[in-house]
């Protein structure tokens, strides 16, 4: 597999350190509000990387943080009159909620900053020993101008950084670029005792703790969005690297940026969205499908336009398997005919299709038009005449390709509920009883709750609207 490695700039072979296993550290949510639709594209990026890691046959250990203390935290506590640490629980439970809806996967470890306070202050220690640190009124400084290769991510030496960054006037630094280590405690804020004095944490020194913690000094992918690679990520090589003297990831990788009906997204604007607005009016399949139907490098733009098409071309999808499913379920066992078994290898083409698009730098694009392509040929070969074993070899290669992005995973319970299974069998009765008024009655009944009946020789079947 290849993957663009923000580090280099060029798309490289992937060796994980240790053969068949892979370390994966993606950053998580700040824990103060729920998450919002730029939160969630790296989300379900970087789960969809990891599960196709582990259907390549990879055993991936997944790490992704939860910041919960933070400025931005502290100040949701006081506008709620919670303390940080409830306001910081209610979110991860909230955030759990969306990443449901969205088909994330839970991480092998979900560490928690406070849960690490010791380890913390343990790692910036030894900054400060190995003269990479400095302590000014309470407060630690990571010393960028002693770190040599600061800037190699964002591929700028610092006099460029400098002369570039908007940077926060603070008379204790001694180089503007430097970047706190450690806090000290201010009236109303969380603390920890640490050979400073009172404190807690500054941002970035959490990811490079928790992932050394729980992955090792060195990994083999750190994953995030764009607009992490500077500072965060390049602070995180700093700090890591000049502690351990060793690489701290041999892969970067990062999603592309997110817009809101072509401009930015910004409260100020009026366009901002959290996954749980946009969860009262979309399934949100579709949202991780939208996601998934671009590559994860380029820029998307968000808008109800392209959540309404992805809607679209997931129910496609979904109404193709239905069909499949329907005529598979008619079928007596038969064994394949020679003309099926000559479209054996066509249907296998479509696995070898898919995984070269994902082997291309997680070309999840291209792997969903191969499920489209697939789901053609399946329409075109799979009907009342067909073999079970050709239908269910059918079935199985579309519900293989379709598990890896964990999308059209849905079963009919799920999207049909007791009341709908009801009516459609009152309507069956009725129109065995000839009251076909009441048919059309149901028929229409149903037509409103968004199910379209279609009658045939095997049966009714139906599909979304």
Request: hydrophobic fraction near 35%; charged fraction near 30%; charge should be negative.
């Amino acid at each position: 597999m290849k993957l663009y490695n923000t580090l280099t700039r060029t798309k490289e072979e992937f060796v994980p350190i240790e053969e068949g296993k892979v370390k994966m550290y993606v950053c998580g949510p700040t824990v103060y509000n729920y998450i919002h639709i730029g939160n969630a594209r790296p989300f379900i990026i970087f789960d969809t990387l990891r599960r196709y890691l582990e259907y390549r046959g990879f055993d991936v250990t997944y790490v992704q943080n939860f910041t919960d203390v933070d400025d931005k935290i502290i100040k949701r506590g006081h506008e709620e009159q919670i303390s940080p640490e409830e306001v910081a629980s209610k979110y991860i439970n909230e955030y759990f909620v969306d990443a449901d809806g969205l088909g994330i996967k839970r991480a092998n470890v979900h560490p928690r900053v406070t849960d690490n306070i010791e380890q913390i202050i343990a790692f910036v220690k030894e900054l400060e020993d190995k003269g990479y640190a400095y302590e000014v009124n309470g407060d630690v400084y990571f010393d960028t101008k002693k770190f040599e290769g600061y800037g190699k991510l964002s591929k700028q030496n610092q006099d460029d950084l400098e002369a570039g960054a908007r940077i926060e006037v603070n008379s204790q630094k001694r180089h503007p670029m430097d970047f706190v280590l450690w806090k000290s405690k201010k009236e109303g804020e969380p603390g920890w005792d640490s050979p400073w004095g009172e404190g807690r944490p500054g941002w970035h020194i959490e990811c490079s703790v928790m992932s050394n913690r729980y992955l090792g000094e060195t990994i083999d992918i750190h994953a995030g969005g764009q607009d992490l690679a500077f500072p965060h990520h390049e602070n995180e090589i700093a700090q890591s690297e000049a502690r351990s003297g060793k690489v701290f990831s041999n892969y970067w990788v990062h999603n592309g940026y997110i817009n809101i009906n072509n401009e930015k997204m910004s409260k100020s604007k009026g366009n901002f969205f959290t996954v749980r607005d946009i969860s009262e009016k979309y399934d949100l399949e579709i949202v991780r499908f939208f996601m998934l139907s671009a590559h994860y490098r380029n820029p998307v733009n968000f808008s109800d336009e392209m959540l309404s098409q992805a809607k679209a071309g997931l129910e496609r999808l979904y109404n193709a398997k239905e069909k499949l499913e329907f005529t598979l379920s008619n079928l007596s066992e038969s064994a394949m005919t020679s003309q099926e078994q000559s479209l054996v290898a066509e249907l296998d083409g479509y696995r070898a299709k898919f995984i070269n698009a994902m082997e291309d730098d997680l070309n999840t694009a291209d792997a969903v038009s191969v499920i489209f392509e697939l789901s053609k040929f399946i329409n075109s070969n799979v009907n009342e005449k067909s073999s079970l074993e050709f239908a269910k070899k059918c079935l199985d290669e579309f519900n293989e390709l379709t598990s890896v992005l964990n999308i059209v995973n849905k079963t009919n319970d799920d999207m049909v509920d007791e009341e709908i299974e009801n009516l459609i069998q009152q309507r069956v009765d009725a129109k065995k009883n000839k009251n076909f008024q009441l048919a059309d009655d149901i028929r229409q009944q149903l037509l409103d709750k968004g199910i379209i009946l279609e009658d045939t020789r095997q049966g009714t079947k139906w599909k979304r609207a």
